[in-house]
């Protein structure tokens, strides 16, 4: 069957929608351009009504009426004055014109330079995503960078915030050498002295690199939203945790996420050991924590330095000793673990007898040590035990016993540290500069971020137990006596001190406003015993040498 012609009225049509087409939109350009400056006009306007409205709306009633009587007198005036309302009109036509004139285009892709960089970066990385066997090579030299490159972000500075990559299937991005090139490589090309998180989508052959803000330093020490047996060790990530607390901040109150140890009887990780660089912040960490666990517990320090970090806190209530001596050390841990054991018997006496644990065995008792490393060279100088050896019993008995161990260290002497403290100190932080290396060796794996070399105090990674890598910022807890210490964060240490208590045990007011005086070392008397609880401690602690 032979086919009809179209009619000529059919055949033709298309073509006189285009030109019609054509013509219309060259029409619209014109008008356009004639009738801009009219338009910018109004959109101005519109702009200034839409102020003049809102100033309006935010201004109190009681200041309604002098404001209008203020607009009608320059009103007036203007009508008064000669040519008032011509000026008027041209000042107003002038501030619309400005009000609503173009604004700038808005970047919707990167630039040459910002191209140049991501193609820079892509011919790093073929050597590490291509094989001479791949068909068709997703990294290739010379090849398409906008294939595996995308949600690229930079700064104002022209360095790269955020990419994400798409990385063939055969990359053995399961192992850690492997990823650990690549994290590399993208730190070097992307800008050094910043902090990168690399997230790797295994199952979606994708990885996801980011620049994270730096953590707040503005959260001093103060009394946090906790329950008794938690210790917020720092504030981290918001999505590294799903848990906030308030608290105020040098710029006004705030919810943070807090990094929380938990501890007690059932705590997996009961014991801590904080390591850092001097000045990092571990002894700031030893303070921040002596403070929270006083108001539940009673706390035994031994500084090994010497220096009086500490001295703000001998005398106070709860505080059974501060040590900075060796023979005091030695008294101290010694009746430490006597007493760890006195808590055992007696809480198994009670349990077989049906009755429940005495009361003092269920207040915690706090054992904080501060660089033992000093404290072991000086007994093995003088032939004496070395004070972790006397930590034994405290570390492998203390969770049932309701006493806790926290450990801190600097990394030239990592290698003093004994076995049983390595092992029964399952929490741990790692405070100011380290390389990847040593994070690992004190983590057991290796950060989640690429360190940076300049931190401030406090700055480093927490992990507890086998939970994932945390970054933290410990709360500033400067010595109060310290005379670089500010006002506001001296005064925010001593509004947590405990009242001072004489040697009969009764406390003493400070006078409000003033330093208190360190003093000596009080000795504090364990709680009276149960009847027959079991063979008494042996040692007590006893005031500091010196």
Same mark, same amino acid.
């Given at each position: ?297 009673? @706390? &035994?320090? /031994? %500084?090994?330095?010497? *220096? !009086?970090?500490? +001295?703000? =806190?001998?005398?106070? $209530?709860? @505080? &059974?000793? /501060? %040590?900075?001596?060796? *023979? !005091?050390?030695? +008294?101290? =841990?010694?009746?430490? $673990? ?18 429940? $644990? ?189």
């Amino acid at each position: 069957m032979a086919r009809r012609p179209l009619p000529r009225i059919l055949s033709s049509g298309s073509d006189r929608i285009a030109r019609s087409r054509e013509i219309a939109r060259t029409a619209a350009d014109s008008a356009t351009d004639v009738l801009h400056p009219l338009i910018t006009i109004t959109r101005g306007l519109r702009k200034l009504a839409a102020t003049a409205r809102a100033r309006w709306a935010a201004t109190p009633k009681e200041r309604r009426g002098p404001t209008l009587l203020l607009v009608a007198a320059c009103v007036l005036v203007l009508a008064l004055v000669p040519y008032g309302p011509l000026l008027a009109l041209v000042s107003l036509m002038g501030a619309a014109a400005w009000k609503g004139r173009e604004r700038p285009v808005v970047k919707t892709g990167p630039d040459e330079a910002e191209i140049e960089r991501l193609k820079g970066l892509y011919e790093a990385l073929v050597p590490y995503f291509s094989v001479p066997e791949d068909p068709a090579p997703l990294f290739a030299h010379g090849g398409d960078w906008t294939g595996p490159f995308g949600d690229h972000a930079f700064d104002d500075g022209g360095r790269l915030t955020r990419l994400r990559i798409k990385y063939p299937a055969y990359f053995t991005d399961g192992e850690t050498v492997s990823r650990a090139r690549i994290e590399q490589l993208l730190h070097a090309k992307s800008g050094r002295g910043r902090e990168y998180l690399f997230d790797w989508d295994e199952e979606g052959n994708q990885l996801v690199m980011s620049v994270l803000p730096p953590l707040p330093t503005t959260i001093a020490a103060q009394r946090f939203v906790t329950v008794p047996g938690e210790t917020v060790l720092g504030f981290t990530d918001a999505d590294a945790v799903q848990r906030t607390v308030p608290v105020q901040a040098a710029d006004g109150a705030e919810d943070a996420p807090p990094v929380v140890w938990r501890t007690g009887p059932r705590s997996t990780e009961p014991h801590l050991l904080a390591v850092g660089q001097p000045g990092s912040g571990t002894t700031s960490l030893l303070r921040s924590i002596a403070l929270q666990a006083l108001p539940h517990g009673d @706390v &035994l320090i /031994v %500084e090994g330095s010497g *220096t !009086g970090e500490y +001295a703000c =806190l001998t005398g106070r $209530a709860g @505080v &059974l000793a /501060v %040590e900075c001596g060796l *023979t !005091g050390a030695l +008294a101290s =841990l010694e009746w430490a $673990a006597h007493e760890t054991e006195r808590r055992l018997i007696a809480a198994n006496r009670a349990r077989q007898a049906g009755h429940p $644990a005495p009361d003092d065995t269920r207040r915690p008792l706090w054992i904080l040590l501060d660089r033992p490393s000093v404290l072991g060279h000086l007994a093995a100088a003088d032939g004496r035990p070395d004070p972790q050896d006397l930590l034994q019993v405290p570390l492998r008995h203390g969770r049932a016993a309701q006493v806790t161990v926290v450990v801190a260290e600097q990394f030239d002497s990592m290698e003093t540290l004994g076995e049983t403290v390595r092992t029964h100190t399952r929490a741990r932080v790692v405070l100011g500069p380290a390389s990847p290396g040593q994070i690992a060796s004190v983590l057991g794996v290796g950060p989640h971020t690429t360190p940076v070399p300049v931190v401030p105090p406090g700055r480093g990674y927490a992990r507890l137990g086998s939970g994932r890598v945390l970054r933290l910022q410990v709360p500033a807890t400067p010595d109060p006596f310290d005379e670089a210490t500010s006002e506001a964060q001296r005064q925010a240490v001593l509004a947590l001190l405990p009242e001072r208590q004489t040697a009969t045990g009764t406390a003493v007011e400070a006078a409000p406003g003033s330093a208190p005086d360190p003093g000596p070392a009080v000795v504090t008397k364990p709680a009276a015993h149960a009847p027959d609880p079991g063979p008494a401690p042996r040692h007590a602690p006893v005031p500091a040498e010196g």
